[in-house]
């Protein structure tokens, strides 16, 4: 099912300062992610945080497109992430973050978010062997 429930969301203080302390980035263009792997969860493999930086983009409406534009993305295309999570039987935390000054359109972002993905999967597998 393509939901992005509350369940998913990430909003624990304490997992996110770990999260950006401790954890490991992949970067893409315009979007990054960073990423630890938790204990597997028992309603969601996978939480996840999205980020846009208003030092980039100054007007808040901008931002909240970027944001919802990231999170459909991530909606539509989360299956595969949580399929491999659950092969792995591991739990991940996720946060996306959009760093660029211009904004990019949702096929655009969309396309990063799928190769993100993807490289999350051979990083995840290089760092278990």
């Known amino acids: 099912m393509q939901t992005f429930s509350r369940i998913e969301r990430l909003k624990e203080k304490k997992i996110i300062g770990i999260l950006f302390s401790d954890g490991r980035g992949i970067h893409l263009g315009s979007v990054s992610i960073l990423w630890i792997v938790v204990n597997p969860n028992d309603f969601s493999p996978a939480k996840v945080l999205v980020s846009v930086s208003s030092k980039k983009l100054k007007r808040a409406v901008d931002r909240n497109l970027i944001k919802r534009r990231i999170r459909e993305a991530y909606r539509k295309n ?52």
């Not at 490289?119 to 290089?126: G, L, N, S, W």
């Open 78 to 129: 989360k299956s595969r992430l949580n399929d491999f999570l659950e092969q792995q039987n591991v739990g991940c935390v996720f946060a996306i973050l959009y760093n660029s000054t211009m904004m990019d359109s949702y096929q655009a972002i969309e396309e990063k978010i799928i190769r993100l993905i993807g490289r999350f999967q051979t990083e995840y597998e290089k760092g278990i062997k």
